[in-house]
């Protein structure tokens, strides 16, 4: 196996290299390099190929040297991830590595599926799956290694299951692992899988993707979570900075330009809009620490992260309004509304800004002070989009009860369930359950850190605690807010995009499309 990796490496790194997509956001900024990406196409035109994929995947795809890889998972309570390669100018695959998951839930739209986005470099690719499972393949498509990290230390306890994708370094990769149970920020070694370093987090739910960065003369990990951002030595692992009080930065992830630093914020639960945009922060390295350049005033984030196209940053919030802000001094440019929500991170080139819409719609513009167009894309019709071919989503997990109410009767029946706060148990019954003294009420001691916030939001008598009446309406505001979640949440839906050479790689949950200016239309093009 080492001979066979040895070689690989060797000639992939003679090869004359393409410009890749390497990880999630390609590394934390979501820049392609390359100049001749399309501007314009249609479900009739530009679409190279489309190919339906084993299982279901929410990860974006990552690409190396004509190689496209994407993760996805299989089986009713995804028990199996995979690692996919496909070649990039025809879609044919290449190969695949299966591993059994360490932990499985229901396959469907309430947790994650195959969330996490690969990492690639020259040794080969790295997947991480909401099983707990990290493994490491080459190029040829041969199994490196694999760690349990459920197995090691503990299952995951997340309200719909892992987001946070790896980052990596030349040697190393770094996962971040953040929820109810003991959280930690894990340093492993790319060649063995060995740990490096490991760190311990506050217990909080979080989906947030670390960066690496070059900053004042020091490599730097960079994690915005749990209502703070910390900065950590990427070779000991040592906190050298960090910055609370933020709110709302469980799921954008942070962004550095070389020169500041952007930390996003989404509208979350419980939270006001006036503290979120405050979180939604660029920072300056200054004196060996980062200090606070400027706050929003309105702008916020979603399930995107903010890109910094020229002078100029932009952000996506949860109905797909677009906030432009001076990148130096903050000052609201201006928004506009795009004709749908971004699940995808926006993709930057030159002096062009693509964003992608969850529908299959994709807006481009100029960078500019003012709104300037350059075309709207649809990749299918919208009234009569591709549905799945052979993924059957699976029955069961639809409940938000207490952790571990899969059925949402209140009843735990194990730990780490797809369940969360919106079925029949729903918030209200997720809140009762830290009723530790059993009196009726929950204050702030009985609260786990991650639901500290709804006793700020719904504590109306302002008595330190949460008594029935206002646990009930919490439970009704937080139902409101999810209706229509189910049908919201179906197939397809554009999660993630790489750029690479003169293409886009898009992803749906069971289908990638190639778009490229030379294509034929797509009737003509493989499946």
Not at 51 to 74: C, F, M, N
Not at 178 to 189: A, F, K
Not at 304 to 322: D, E, H, K, L
Request: charged share 20%; with cysteine; hydrophobic share 35%.
């Amino acid at each position: 196996m080492a001979s066979s990796w040895l070689l690989t490496a060797a000639l992939l790194l003679s090869a004359t290299p393409d410009v890749d997509w390497t990880g999630f956001r390609n590394g934390g900024a979501s820049i392609a390099a390359q100049s001749q990406l399309p501007v314009t196409w249609s479900a009739a035109s530009g679409i190279a190929w489309q190919k339906e994929l084993p299982g279901y995947g929410q990860s974006t795809p990552v690409t190396w040297r004509g190689v496209v890889y994407i993760a996805a998972v299989e089986g009713p309570k995804k028990e199996k991830g995979l690692l996919v390669a496909l070649d990039a100018r025809t879609g044919a695959e290449r190969w695949r590595v299966g591993v059994d998951c360490s932990s499985g839930l229901p396959s469907n739209y309430m947790a994650a599926r195959a969330a996490p986005t690969p990492v690639v470099d020259s040794r080969g690719v790295y997947g991480f799956f909401e099983g707990g499972d990290i493994v490491a393949a080459t190029h040829g498509g041969e199994l490196l290694w694999r760690r349990s990290l459920v197995k090691e230390y503990g299952e995951f306890d997340n309200h719909h299951g892992l987001g946070s994708s790896p980052a990596q370094s030349d040697d190393a990769v770094f996962l971040h692992i953040q929820h109810r149970g003991p959280s930690y920020l894990l340093c492993l070694d790319k060649q063995t899988g060995k740990t490096r370093w490991k760190v311990e987090r506050k217990s909080t739910m979080s989906w947030s993707t670390p960066i690496v960065a070059q900053v004042g003369g020091k490599r730097l990990v960079i994690v915005s979570a749990g209502g703070e951002a910390d900065a950590y030595d990427v070779a000991s692992g040592e906190r050298i900075w960090t910055l609370g009080e933020m709110a709302g930065n469980a799921t954008p992830s942070p962004l550095f330009d070389g020169q500041r630093l952007f930390l996003g914020a989404a509208l979350s639960d419980f939270e006001t809009a006036s503290n979120v945009a405050q979180s939604n922060v660029c920072l300056v390295w200054e004196k060996d620490r980062f200090q606070v350049a400027w706050r929003a005033s309105r702008a916020m984030c979603d399930y995107a992260s903010p890109v910094v196209c020229g002078q100029f940053v932009y952000y996506v919030n949860r109905i797909g309004v677009v906030y432009c802000l001076d990148r130096d001094s903050g000052r609201e440019l201006f928004t506009q509304r795009l004709p749908g929500p971004c699940w995808a991170t926006p993709i930057v080139q030159g002096e062009r800004v693509y964003f992608f819409g969850k529908g299959g719609e994709a807006t481009v513009i100029r960078a500019s002070a003012k709104w300037d167009q350059l075309s709207q894309n649809s990749l299918w019709d919208p009234e009569n989009p591709p549905k799945p071919e052979s993924y059957v989503e699976a029955p069961g997990g639809h409940s938000h009860g207490p952790p571990g109410d899969v059925n949402g009767k209140g009843a735990s029946s194990g730990k780490g369930s797809a369940g969360g706060p919106g079925g029949p148990g729903g918030m209200a019954a997720m809140i009762l359950a830290n009723d530790k003294n059993k009196d009726g009420k929950v204050d702030a001691a009985e609260l786990p850190e991650s639901m500290k916030r709804l006793l700020k939001a719904g504590d109306a008598n302002q008595d330190g605690a949460l008594d029935a009446a206002e646990i009930a309406k919490l439970g009704e505001d937080f139902r409101k807010r999810r209706e229509g979640m189910q049908q919201q949440s179906r197939d397809p839906i554009l999660y993630g995009v790489a750029a690479a050479g003169d293409a886009f790689f898009v992803r749906t949950g069971t289908r990638l499309y190639c778009l490229r200016d030379s294509a034929s239309p797509a009737a003509g093009g493989g499946r």
